[in-house]
Nanobody
């Protein structure tokens, strides 16, 4: 079993900052990539930022220059530093991980999701 535990969400004023954390635990052979998605009411879930095992990153255009994704590989943890927050950033943010797990017969690539954490940007 693999679990993703998120923290760091909350209420912040426009222009403020938050740091989201996501820790992956369980029987994990390796993590190929981790990322953050978000979903606002009435909108589709979108990829906000992702980071691969090699350290390459990708961001949705609306957060470039404001958000930074990083990893602490030893603890299978990913962070999303969010600066200059805007009301449009308000959403439920979900951690995502693509992992390799061992099943006895071999290794299998699987995708897991966190439970989501609410980020609200409002004055």
């Amino acid at each position: 079993q693999v679990q993703l535990v998120e923290s760091g969400g909350g209420l912040v004023q426009p222009g403020g900052s938050l740091r989201l954390s996501c820790a992956a635990s369980g029987s994990i052979f390796s993590i190929n990539a981790m990322g953050w998605y978000r979903q606002a009411p009435g909108k589709e879930r979108e990829l906000v930022a992702a980071i691969t095992s090699g350290g390459s990153t990708n961001y949705v255009d609306s957060v470039k220059g404001r958000f930074t994704i990083s990893r602490a590989n030893a603890k299978n943890t990913v962070y999303l530093q969010m600066n200059s927050l805007k009301p449009e950033d308000t959403a439920v943010y979900y951690c995502n991980a693509d992992v390799q797990r061992y099943y006895g017969s071999g290794y299998r690539q699987e995708t897991y999701w966190g439970q989501g954490t609410q980020v609200t940007v409002s004055s």
